[in-house]
Nanobody
Framework: QVQLVESGGGLVQPGGSLRLSCAAS????????MGWYRQAPGKGRESVAV???????NYAASVKDRFTISRDNAKNTVYLQMTSLKPEDTAVYYC??????????WGQGTQVTVSS
């Protein structure tokens, strides 16, 4: 089993920045893919960004050039640096990990609210 614990959410003004972290523990050797999904009120869950164990990345068009995903394999942690935040980025952000993407393992979610 794998446990994912997110941190770093909060309230930020439009144009601001936040960094989310997701630490993995447990049987982690098979986490080829780690990434972030988000779910806004009344909407479905959507993929935001993903990174492979080799460092390849992919982003949703809506966040490309504003968000950066990175991974520290030694710490089993994935990060999401979010800049130029917009009100439409408001959502619960979930860490996801597994052999494939989306993986079988999910974090509990962290709220990001972008508002003035």
């Amino acid at each position: 089993q794998v446990q994912l614990v997110e941190s770093g959410g909060g309230l930020v003004q439009p144009g601001g920045s936040l960094r989310l972290s997701c630490a993995a523990s447990g049987t982690i050797f098979s986490l080829n893919f780690m990434g972030w999904y988000r779910q806004a009120p009344g909407k479905g869950r959507e993929s935001v960004a993903v990174i492979t164990s080799g460092g390849s990345t992919n982003y949703a068009a809506s966040v490309k050039d504003r968000f950066t995903i990175s991974r520290d394999n030694a710490k089993n942690t994935v990060y999401l640096q979010m800049t130029s935040l917009k009100p439409e980025d408001t959502a619960v952000y979930y860490c996801n990990a597994g052999v494939k993407y989306p993986g079988n393992f999910w974090g509990q979610g962290t709220q990001v609210t972008v508002s003035s």
